[in-house]
T-cell receptor, first 116, second 115 residues
Framework: AQTVTQSQPEMSVQEAETVTLSCTYD???????LFWYKQPPSRQMILVIR??????QNATENRFSVNFQKAAKSFSLKISDSQLGDAAMYFC?????????????FGTGTRLQVTL | EAQVTQNPRYLITVTGKKLTVTCSQN?????MSWYRQDPGLGLRQIYY???????DKGDVPEGYKVSRKEKRNFPLILESPSPNQTSLYFC??????????????FGDGTRLSIL
């Protein structure tokens, strides 16, 4: 079974600085997807960024980027120019490749604080 | 507006009193799923449905039932709720259950407290 590990329960960053959230996963498959979701205090689950395992290029969405290391099974999220609105719980998630059911396996989350 | 709608948003009830949490999506999605979120455990899948009349167990199905009689609706049923089912519940949907890189759309969550 696939597992997702987020080893940082809490992180803190100053406004305008950069922070990196860690995620590792375990799988024997070669084709899969990885996601970062943001959960603000409103409890919504908001997709931040996604990565397809067969793509070597790291995904980027504005201030959010990932460092995808397939061999190391690592998928970290970098937030640049942090803003107060980035404060939230962040979940890393894994999904098996196409042709399999869309179940997401989540990590336990990292709570990010943004300070002035 | 494309969305997944869950009701109720909050519910406090007592042990043993049957309850249903509704989930409806307006995107004609085939795949729907229920997750529960608990502190320190992240989100775990309860049940999922690949299409109408096709449902299957996720990782933590005990104590829950689901049905998928229509494409848009996927209710979660707790026949005899117990305090260990106190949790935050999310419904999610995606276009296809097996497609490539199709993001899941989440509802806003239902906070359930069983006393």
């Amino acid at each position: 079974a696939q597992t997702v590990t987020q080893s940082q329960p809490e992180m803190s960053v100053q406004e305008a600085e950069t922070v990196t959230l860690s995620c590792t996963y375990d799988t024997s498959e070669s084709d899969y997807y990885l996601f970062w979701y943001k959960q603000p205090p409103s409890r919504q689950m908001i997709l931040v960024i996604r990565q397809e395992a067969y793509k070597q290029q790291n995904a980027t969405e504005n201030r959010f980027s990932v460092n995808f290391q397939k061999a190391a099974k690592s998928f970290s999220l970098k937030i640049s120019d942090s803003q107060l609105g980035d404060a939230a719980m962040y979940f890393c998630a894994y999904r098996r490749g196409p042709g399999t059911a869309s179940k997401l396996t989540f990590g336990t989350g990292t709570r990010l604080q943004v300070t002035l | 507006e494309a969305q997944v709608t869950q009701n109720p948003r909050y519910l406090i009830t007592v042990t043993g009193k049957k309850l249903t949490v509704t989930c409806s999506q307006n995107m004609n999605h085939e795949y729907m799923s229920w997750y529960r979120q608990d502190p320190g455990l992240g989100l775990r899948q309860i049940y999922y449905s690949m299409n109408v009349e096709v449902t299957d167990k996720g990782d933590v199905p005990e104590g829950y039932k689901v049905s998928r009689k229509e494409k848009r609706n996927f209710p979660l049923i707790l026949e005899s709720p117990s305090p260990n089912q106190t949790s935050l519940y999310f419904c999610a949907s995606s276009l296809s259950g097996r497609g490539r890189n199709q993001p899941q759309h989440f509802g806003d969550g239902t906070r359930l407290s069983i006393l």
